[in-house]
């Protein structure tokens, strides 16, 4: 018999998931360090930070893989350090490997997920139908898993973790590694639930990817530095002006200016500086790269990315 939340009414609320100072240590070090933070129902929440931040570390405590070495947490209404097998049993997760095993077909990966998952056996036929048509594998399910292209096999991960229709899905980096095609229709899959009620909770690296979701919290050695919506961070964050940069000799260009202690940092093929008063930079930049002989094309102030909020926080970190 399924055991009850132990926090029913947090559930029956307006929230999804709500932890407080949590921490996961390894020895002496520390990999996630006092967190706190929530996830309303029905909202795309982005954990968004570099590799090694803590994010998997955190993704896996509240899933029910990982026992928290401290604090307290709920997610569903169930409590993340007495009752991980019943979140188990509610929510969705996607792992960044995808969780697939390649050796099976993908009937076999459907078929298995579904026991996994306990999904009713009147409900089985559907639900693989459901995962055959959003993936476009009718066709292909004899296919061994391992053959598939990273795009369609990721769907297929995606699929797989949500036969059960849980109201909660945990899905850590599930766009690494594939191409931007393949992220974007990804996105357009979790926007589709999202509508329909699920909670979904990802974590990523991929600055772009931040903008997609609802709210978000930039994660760094293991502590939360910011959290609010893409605007809120931008707002809130980034009080100084930025400056888009063209020029040719990226690098050099950098060095250059930090010499003279203007923030910078390279954006693909140009550089953002970072200033108090960028109109009074511009052509302080102008003169400084001139005189080391730097081409310099255009230089203009941008509307902040989150990238450049990031970059900024931990700089001051």
């Known amino acids: 018999m399924k055991e009850k939340p132990s926090n029913p009414d947090d559930f029956s609320s307006n929230t999804a998931v709500s932890v407080t100072n949590i921490t996961r240590t390894f020895g002496d070090f520390v990999a996630v360090d006092n967190i706190s933070l ?16 803590g994010k998997s570390t955190t993704i896996k405590m509240l899933c029910g893989l990982l026992m928290p070495s401290g604090g307290t947490g709920f ?7 007495k009752q991980s097998e019943e979140i188990k049993r509610t929510i969705g997760y996607m792992s960044q490997k995808f969780s697939l095993y390649d050796d099976l077909t993908v009937e076999e990966n459907i078929d298995f997920f579904s026991g996994i998952y306990g999904v009713p056996d009147r409900k089985k036929t559907g639900r693989k139908e459901w995962v055959l048509g959003m993936t476009e594998l009718g066709n292909r399910k004899t296919n061994l898993t391992g053959t598939l292209p990273g795009g369609i096999k990721q769907r297929l991960a995606l699929g797989c973790a949500i036969l059960h229709e ?7 980096e599930p766009t690494s590694g594939v191409d931007p095609i393949s992220r974007r229709n990804f996105w ?3 926007y589709e639930m999202s509508k329909s009620g699920t909670t ?10 931040a903008e997609y979701c609802d709210r978000l919290a930039l994660i760094y050695r293991g502590r939360i530095i910011a959290h609010g919506t893409p605007g809120e961070l931008k707002e809130d964050y980034m009080k100084r002006d930025v400056l888009e940069i063209e020029v040719y000799k990226v690098i050099e260009a950098m060095d250059i200016l930090r010499m003279h202690d203007i923030e910078t940092a390279i954006f693909g093929s140009s550089l953002h500086a970072t200033l108090e008063d960028g109109d009074k930079a511009i052509p302080v930049i102008k ?20 990238e450049d909020v990031f970059v900024t926080l931990i700089e001051t970190s």
């Open 38 to 53: 929530s996830v309303k129902k029905g909202e795309i929440f982005g954990f968004l930070g570099p590799n090694g931040a």
């Open 75 to 81: 997610v569903g209404g169930y409590d993340i350090v």
């Open 166 to 172: 849980p109201p909660i899905i945990f899905l850590d």
């Open 188 to 190: 357009n899959l979790i």
């Open 200 to 209: 979904t909770f990802v974590t990523t690296h991929y600055m772009d990817e």
């Open 287 to 306: 003169r400084v790269l001139g005189e080391a002989r730097i081409e310099v094309g255009k230089i203009e102030k941008i509307v902040p990315s989150l």
